[in-house]
């Protein structure tokens, strides 16, 4: 219901846009967020916003590099990342959930998506 695109192969310096697509427009109701993972660790929250928009949410690691928003009519959640990082470097998954405070907490979300790889080289 979620699938994510975008990722790729970049190196330090560069950009990335991320896109989530719904398949549902009952997304566009929801809060949907970005996380990352990397093996062996948990997954950490990137980015979060509001169903319509009007507030956005950052990890302090990505805070003036990343940007979420959403297009509602598009039914597609984008995460624009920019001046990335060796330490970007991670699995990025798409998330939504009902719940519309603490938008870092990944127990919250209810939707999933498959992952998309982004890997930043040095």
């Known amino acids: 219901q979620l699938v994510e695109s975008g990722g790729g192969l970049v190196q330090a310096g560069g950009s990335l846009r991320l896109s989530c697509g719904a398949s549902?427009?009952?997304?566009?109701?929801?809060?949907m967020s970005w996380f990352r993972q990397v093996p062996g660790k948990e997954r950490e929250f990137v980015a979060g916003?509001?169903?319509?928009?009007?507030?956005?949410y950052y990890a302090d690691s990505v805070k003036g590099r990343f940007t979420i928003s959403r297009d509602n009519s598009k039914n597609t959640v984008y995460l624009q990342m920019s001046s990335l990082r060796p330490e970007d470097t991670a699995v990025y998954y798409c998330a939504a959930t009902r719940i519309e405070s603490d938008f870092q907490f990944k127990s919250h979300y209810n939707y999933w998506g498959q992952g998309t790889q982004v890997t930043v080289s040095s």
């Open positions: 549902d427009k009952a997304f566009n109701s929801l809060v």
């Open positions: 916003i509001s169903w319509r928009g009007f507030s956005q």
